[in-house]
């Protein structure tokens, strides 16, 4: 007997604006699926989608399930959101001093560039190394 062809469908919504538009074919029982939105990078209109307390943006998701011959078998909607706080930066002194005080354990992550070049390589070691040279006797 030949396995019955399904295909799902998933929109992203941000109000009335249009995010993305996947179909994908339903195999072995299963759909492993990434979507992306592009880094908006610095000063882009897409950091508008950004969740903030100011701005609360909220992301509608819709997917369906069909058979091969488009038959809606199943949906869902939800949300979810972007957001972007305390992520690949460097702490300071004084928050590191609280962190070890109350036994915290702190992971650091420098900023990276968005284009690689001789220079943004530059200051990212050079930065690395002040980093590295300040907090050195933090555990």
Known sequence: MPARRAATNLKLYAGDNLLADDTSAVIAGEVHRHVALSDPGID????ELLWSP??????????????????????ARNYTALRSIKHQKIESP??????????????????????YTRLSIERLTREWEHAMARDVSHP
Not at 44 to 47: A, E, G, M, Q, S
């Open 94 to 115: 004084r928050y590191l001093y609280w962190a070890d005080s109350l036994g915290l354990l702190v992971w650091e992550e420098m900023s990276s560039a968005y284009r």
């Open 44 to 47: 882009d209109y897409r950091n």
């Open 54 to 75: 100011e701005r609360p943006t909220l992301i509608y998701v819709e997917l369906k399930l069909s058979r091969a011959a488009g038959e809606l078998q199943d949906s």
